[in-house]
């Protein structure tokens, strides 16, 4: 059963303190691999990236052996395309394993950051690299376009709401809030040189469905 709080939920706050409200948990984790279907993929560098993470905080003997685990022999093509449940198991291995189960929003955010600094380390992201600071609303504006590239399901949509500020939208996401911020935040902060200020607002049961809001 679903057990995290919607930030569109209001819950009583305890002696004059508002209440911590997760953005994510494990339980809406555990629904979203549920509902993830085998058409819906993601590209191997997610894959890649994760993998990466894990190695980097428990050692690459459990990375690999995490791998054999959801993946058995099969062999990660950065560009190639993969189940996205596939990567959501190894997360949610990951989480049971260093007993995060309530707020995971944080350590989705790793996995997210670490996916940004696979991709700018390919020969694609290295070429973006070089061409110097890209304008925030020119990097945001292109990322709906981006999403479609690396993934099968979702809608994303940039909105523009100032000089230097605009809403992201997510419907039908599969990876989640966090995973999202740090996906944006490592972007903005490595390709743009700026550090956003990101507000998140989920609207479904499952957090599939979030606008993120963004300020620079």
């Given at each position: ?60 003997g459990v990375a690999e052996a995490r791998r ?149």
């Amino acid at each position: 059963m679903h057990t995290c709080t919607p930030l569109t939920t209001s819950a009583p706050a305890q002696r004059g303190r508002a209440p911590i409200i997760p953005l994510d948990c494990l339980d809406a984790l555990n629904a979203r691999v549920n509902i993830a279907k085998p058409t819906d993929v993601v590209l191997g560098m997610f894959l890649e990236s994760a993998l990466t993470c894990i190695a980097g905080t428990e050692g690459h003997g459990v990375a690999e052996a995490r791998r054999r685990q959801v993946l058995g022999n099969q062999k990660i093509v950065g560009f190639f395309k993969y189940p996205t449940k596939d990567l959501l198991k190894l997360v949610q291995l990951t989480l049971i394993a260093n007993g995060h189960t309530q707020s995971i929003e944080g350590e989705l955010e790793r996995f997210g950051r670490a996916a940004v600094r696979v991709f700018l380390d390919s020969p694609v992201g290295k070429t973006m690299l070089m061409l110097g600071s890209i304008d925030v609303q020119r990097l945001l504006g292109a990322a709906p376009a981006a999403y479609k590239a690396v993934s099968s399901y979702g809608e994303q949509r940039y909105t523009r709401t100032g000089e230097r500020s605009g809403v992201m939208t997510f419907r039908g996401d599969l990876l989640g809030p966090g995973w999202q911020l740090g996906i944006l935040k490592q972007g903005l902060e490595q390709v743009c040189k700026v550090t956003p200020r990101i507000d998140v607002k989920v609207l479904s049961l499952f957090n599939s469905d979030f606008d993120l809001t963004i300020r620079w």
